[in-house]
């Protein structure tokens, strides 16, 4: 049997790529509940107003995902064999401890396509988690833990890792591998709108979005906590949204009541809101809103120009000597 990796808050060097490739046992799927437990029963509640939800007409996202749900019959199904059953097994302990997240364990090394967990222990003792989307779990967990990385991709989730004592991940789900014909698989005929589902519903059974998502998503007379789940979320953009050409809606988080997200949004963190991403051919420069460069016409760069230049002549000429002009050098911005 295959050594299970743990989930650990290991230095980033340990998932840099090497010459072993990890493949997960994802040729077998896992099967299909034939009796599900509570923890299963309210996920599938969660899942079917979901996929009811974006073939709704009315819905934004029904263009983008509503024939491709109705093409696939037992998409939900097959959503649920994608889950790792160490997932159902946390949620039913209902045990939201730091030791419990690590039971979900799973190959952080595996290089496809994967739905995880982050697992933040802040530095105000609160437990918070986060649920992303790859196409490489091995790339993806090397930047999340690469300092410059968080540095260069400013997000609440990276302020809280900032922020933190310990961090650990989980895998939740694993897609199969598209190279072995899984393409007549259901729903792997679009796996960006796979992973873009999955991240979803794992967004909402950890509940790691913020309360106006939840409201919004979950069934009616679901909770909007419950056992495992009580932790700090952060996720803020809505993952139905990720590879979409228009604009995400974003969230006024102003009376959010995490000191930590209070914290990120008024103390002039670098948010991608704020920021203007400017490109050059040697160096990226960013600015942050009210630094930004001032534009000068052109002929009044001449005309400024020229009097500079005028006025060096005049005081190093000395009663009509001629005056030498000083060499400009270029100055180099490194």
């Given at each position: 049997?295959?050594?299970?990796?743990?989930?650990?808050?290991?230095?980033?060097?340990?998932?840099?790529?090497?010459?072993?490739?990890?493949?997960?046992?994802?040729?077998?799927?896992?099967?299909?509940?034939?009796?599900?437990?509570?923890?299963?029963?309210?996920?599938?509640?969660?899942?079917?107003?979901?996929?009811?939800?974006?073939?709704d007409?009315?819905?934004?996202?029904?263009?983008?995902?509503?024939?491709?749900?109705?093409?696939?019959?037992?998409?939900?199904?097959?959503?649920?064999?994608?889950?790792?059953?160490?997932?159902?097994?946390?949620?039913?302990?209902?045990?939201?401890?730091?030791?419990?997240?690590?039971?979900?364990?799973?190959?952080?090394?595996?290089?496809g396509?994967?739905?995880?967990?982050?697992?933040?222990?802040?530095?105000?003792?609160?437990?918070?988690?986060?649920?992303?989307?790859?196409?490489?779990?091995?790339?993806?967990?090397?930047?999340?833990?690469?300092?410059?990385?968080?540095?260069?991709?400013?997000?609440?989730?990276?302020?809280?890792?900032q922020?933190?004592?310990?961090?650990?991940?989980?895998?939740?789900?694993v897609?199969p591998?598209?190279?072995?014909?899984?393409?007549?698989?259901?729903?792997?005929?679009?796996?960006?709108?796979?992973?873009?589902v999955?991240?979803?519903?794992?967004?909402?059974?950890?509940?790691?979005?913020?309360?106006?998502?939840?409201?919004?998503?979950?069934?009616?007379?679901?909770?909007?906590?419950s056992?495992?789940?009580?932790?700090?979320?952060?996720?803020?953009?809505?993952?139905?949204?990720?590879?979409?050409?228009s604009?995400?809606?974003?969230?006024?988080?102003?009376?959010?009541?995490?000191?930590?997200?209070v914290?990120?949004?008024?103390?002039?963190?670098?948010?991608?809101s704020?920021v203007?991403?400017?490109?050059?051919?040697t160096?990226?420069?960013?600015?942050?809103?009210?630094?930004?460069?001032?534009?000068?016409?052109?002929?009044?760069m001449?005309?400024?120009?020229?009097?500079?230049?005028?006025?060096?002549?005049?005081?190093?000429?000395?009663?009509?000597?001629p005056?030498?002009?000083?060499?400009?050098?270029?100055?180099?911005?490194?």
């Open positions: 049997m295959a050594r299970t990796q743990e989930p650990t808050s290991a230095s980033p060097a340990s998932f840099r790529r090497s010459s072993t490739s990890h493949h997960p046992h994802n040729a077998n799927m896992n099967p299909y509940p034939g009796e599900m437990t509570p923890a299963q029963q309210e996920a599938q509640s969660i899942l079917v107003h979901i996929l009811q939800k974006l073939q007409p009315e819905s934004k996202y029904s263009k983008k995902y509503a024939k491709w749900i109705e093409r696939h019959a037992n998409l939900d199904e097959f959503l649920f064999c994608c889950v790792r059953p160490e997932v159902w097994r946390y949620l039913q302990s209902g045990n939201g401890s730091l030791d419990s997240l690590k039971t979900i364990g799973g190959d952080l090394k595996f290089e396509r994967a739905v995880y967990l982050n697992g933040v222990l802040g530095l105000d003792k609160r437990i918070r988690t986060y649920v992303g989307q790859t196409n490489s779990l091995r790339t993806r967990v090397y930047q999340h833990l690469n300092f410059r990385y968080r540095r260069d991709n400013p997000s609440f989730h990276y302020h809280a890792l922020n933190s004592t310990f961090n650990i991940f989980g895998v939740l789900a897609l591998s598209s190279n072995l014909g899984n393409h007549a698989l259901p729903g792997m005929d679009c796996p960006d709108l796979m992973l873009n999955l991240e979803m519903w794992s967004s909402l059974i950890f509940r790691t979005l913020q309360e106006d998502t939840l409201r919004a998503w979950l069934p009616e007379g679901t909770k909007l906590r056992k495992g789940t009580e932790h700090g979320p952060l996720n803020i953009a809505v993952p139905l949204d990720q590879g979409s050409k604009v995400r809606e974003w969230l006024d988080l102003s009376k959010s009541e995490d000191p930590l997200l914290e990120y949004i008024g103390h002039g963190e670098r948010k991608k704020q203007q991403y400017v490109e050059k051919k160096k990226d420069v960013s600015y942050a809103s009210g630094d930004r460069p001032v534009e000068v016409p052109l002929g009044t001449i005309v400024f120009g020229t009097a500079i230049f005028l006025g060096i002549m005049l005081l190093r000429g000395g009663g009509g000597r005056a030498s002009v000083p060499t400009l050098k270029p100055q180099w911005r490194w």
